[in-house]
């Protein structure tokens, strides 16, 4: 016989209040999640809102004015200084240094002795060669008058004329070698450093000193074959150094090569400038212009004013008007422009600008064009033709 069953099945009324309460939290998450999406809603709306009617605070720039400049025309290249004229002395004959006559670095002369190499033997044998040649023209004078009383015959006058002038091509042979080993400036100059010492046994072609003549210089230069139809003989030339920042030389264009180079299409120039103080010296570094005859009028502005793109050089030009809000500002309006020859921290600008317009000169890169700008020039950076960096 079956035990009785001890389970007792839910009644109805309490699966119906089970039901109730999860609908009741569902509502709730409901109406929670709809409370919030409607309060997300309207900041979002807000932000738009305000995002419409907000006005960015004008950016701070620098501002120059397109100035006409009277523009000397130039061609601009790198040179590198030369002497006038420049030697290294060396012996011409093998010989013992018996004296030095010069310092280092000084200035000498032209035909001043600088280096004596040892002529003792020479001279010795110059000795026998005078007195030689004194017999022989001795006996040349006696044969011509014992020929003019017809005493000799003319084959023995011809034989102690050639006897006297052997005699006199030794003595100047003797002569010319020790002239040889008597080592002078060619010409006026400065004298370096002297590689040689005394009692050194020198061989032909050791260098002994360099002597260069630096006054004027030379200073030579390379420009494209373009500026052969700019540039003649006689034109003015400017010449800066980074030794002495600041100072510039001017001299004469005096050569242009009849030449143009095949590898790389220019054409060598030279030109003479002044060089009193000796200050240029061979070999330095120089930056050359070659000035033209007249020059012209351009409209010039700081390069840092330039927005450069792919699409176009543009700028912006600063002028009265209103911003977002309605109110009275100045505004940045962008101008496309066309750019020529620059110079120093100028660029010329052939069209596109008119003198006299105001431009933004530094903080063209944080622009749009009609942004708001406000104008503080008292930490705008200097704009020079000419710059001369200076070392720290």
Excluded: C
Aim: charged share 20%; no cysteine; net charge positive.
């Amino acid at each position: 016989m079956d035990a009785p069953s001890l389970e007792v099945p839910l009644s109805p009324p309490r699966r119906a209040s089970r039901a109730k309460r999860w609908v009741i939290g569902v509502l709730l998450l409901l109406a929670i999640f709809v409370g919030l999406a409607a309060v997300k809603a309207g900041q979002i709306i807000a932000m738009i809102k305000a995002g419409e009617t907000f006005v960015p605070p004008p950016e701070s720039v620098t501002s120059a004015k397109a100035e006409a400049f009277g523009w000397q025309g130039a061609r601009s290249a790198v040179g590198t200084v030369l002497a006038l004229r420049g030697v290294t002395l060396s012996a011409e004959l093998p010989g013992v240094i018996t004296d030095i006559r010069f310092e280092n670095g000084a200035s000498v002369k032209k035909g001043q002795v600088l280096v004596q190499l040892d002529t003792s033997s020479e001279q010795a044998q110059l000795t026998g060669a005078e007195a030689d040649a004194e017999l022989a023209r001795l006996t040349k004078d006696r044969a011509d008058k014992l020929h003019a009383q017809g005493a000799n015959t003319q084959s023995d006058l011809d034989a102690v004329r050639a006897r006297a002038i052997q005699a006199s091509a030794a003595v100047a042979h003797l002569k010319s070698l020790i002239a040889k080993k008597t080592i002078r400036a060619p010409f006026d100059g400065r004298i370096g450093i002297r590689q040689v010492e005394l009692g050194q046994l020198v061989s032909p072609g050791n260098p002994i000193a360099s002597l260069q003549s630096t006054t004027p210089a030379l200073v030579e230069f390379q420009l494209p074959q373009q500026a052969l139809a700019q540039v003649k003989q006689g034109q003015k030339v400017r010449l800066h150094v980074d030794v002495f920042p600041g100072e510039s030389w001017e001299g004469d264009l005096t050569t242009v090569n009849p030449e143009v180079e095949l590898s790389s299409r220019n054409v060598r120039m030279r030109a003479t400038v002044p060089n009193a103080d000796g200050r240029l010296l061979p070999g330095m570094f120089a930056s050359v212009e070659v000035l033209s005859d007249a020059s012209q009028q351009v409209v010039a502005i700081p390069a840092t004013a330039v927005l450069f793109a792919p699409y176009g050089d543009s700028v912006f030009t600063i002028a009265e008007g209103k911003d977002a809000a309605g109110k009275a500002a100045l505004l940045a309006r962008q101008q496309f422009v066309r750019l020529g020859e620059r110079r120093g921290d100028y660029v010329a600008v052939t069209s596109g600008l008119n003198p006299g317009q105001t431009v933004v000169s530094s903080g063209v890169f944080k622009l749009k064009n009609g942004a708001a700008v406000v104008v503080n020039n008292a930490l705008a950076p200097p704009v020079e033709a000419a710059p001369q960096p200076v070392n720290p």
